[in-house]
Nanobody, 122 residues
Framework: QLQASGGGLVQAGGSLRLSCAAS????????MGWFRQAPGKEREFVAT????????YYADSVKGRFTISRDNTKNTVYLQMNSLKPEDTAVYYC?????????????????WGQGTLVTVSS
């Protein structure tokens, strides 16, 4: 089970840190990802990290502003979001995939959290 938290309302240029806590065993064998879905749009890839935390990939739209990280001792993955823009407004979802490499594909994930809303005002 994945539980995302940390969303909220922030002004443009501000920062937020999302957390996703995983229950159960073997968290350190899963690749993790963050996705987002704005109203009326499809769910889109934001960032992914492999099981060790040694490799991460980002969508071009967030590269240089967002950082994904994980703490396997706490079964938690994070998304640090800086320089937020109104177009970052969306429900953010964390997801886990069993292969462990991380992927940008929505279909590659086996488990999904419930989502946390991020609203960026201009």
């Amino acid at each position: 089970q994945l539980q995302a938290s940390g969303g909220g309302l922030v002004q443009a240029g501000g920062s937020l840190r999302l957390s996703c806590a995983a229950s159960g065993r073997a968290f350190d064998t899963y690749g993790m990802g963050w996705f987002r879905q704005a109203p009326g749009k499809e769910r889109e890839f934001v960032a992914t990290i492999n099981r060790s935390g040694g490799r991460a990939y980002y969508a071009d739209s967030v590269k240089g502003r967002f950082t994904i990280s994980r703490d396997n001792t706490k079964n938690t993955v994070y998304l640090q979001m800086n320089s937020l823009k109104p177009e970052d407004t969306a429900v953010y979802y964390c997801a886990a995939e069993r292969i462990g490499y991380g992927t940008s594909s929505v279909r590659g994930y086996d488990y999904w959290g419930q989502g946390t809303l991020v609203t960026v005002s201009s």
